[in-house]
């Protein structure tokens, strides 16, 4: 098997369970050398965290990335900071397009290593209904009954 440089390093999980994707992206941010190092080593909680564009920019706001060592952090890092994305000005006005003018919303789904860069994968989002939730843990049930049942013939 080959290795393909990408690994997982944080999720969101909720918002997987929260929203219907409509569409994805891909985007770097602009971090500092011990906010790298952090997520890294798997630090970091997208829950509650959302995209804002402004001024024809991107910015993740609500994530946390605590310091790696915390003693050898210097005082005025914020762990809530906002951080800015890094995606081309087509990538922004589509956005800003949808998320702005048909009420969607844009969250990060994970955070992840590609070759020795730091991505994030944001995502176009609608949110879902209680039925929606529902028939989605309906149907994960069904597969899994499914799986089970076939393992043990």
Do not use: W
């Amino acid at each position: 098997m080959r290795y393909s440089g990408i690994m997982k390093l944080i999720q969101n999980k909720k918002a997987l369970r929260d929203y219907s994707i409509l569409e994805s992206f891909e985007a770097g941010m602009v971090l500092s050398g011990y906010e790298v190092k952090s997520l890294r080593s798997g630090l970091g909680e997208l829950t509650g965290s959302y995209v804002v564009i402004r001024d024809n920019e991107a910015f993740l706001v609500g994530a946390t990335i605590p310091p790696y060592q915390p003693n050898n952090t210097p005082k005025e890092y914020e762990p809530d900071r906002t951080r800015k994305l890094l995606l081309s000005k087509k990538e922004i006005l589509h956005l800003y397009n949808y998320g702005e003018k048909k009420g969607l919303t844009i969250v990060p789904i994970s955070v992840y290593n590609k070759k020795h860069k730091l991505k994030i994968d944001i995502a176009l989002v609608r949110g879902k209904k209680k039925h929606d939730k529902r028939e989605t843990i309906k149907r994960r049930e069904a597969d899994r009954d499914i799986r089970r049942s076939l393992k043990t013939k």
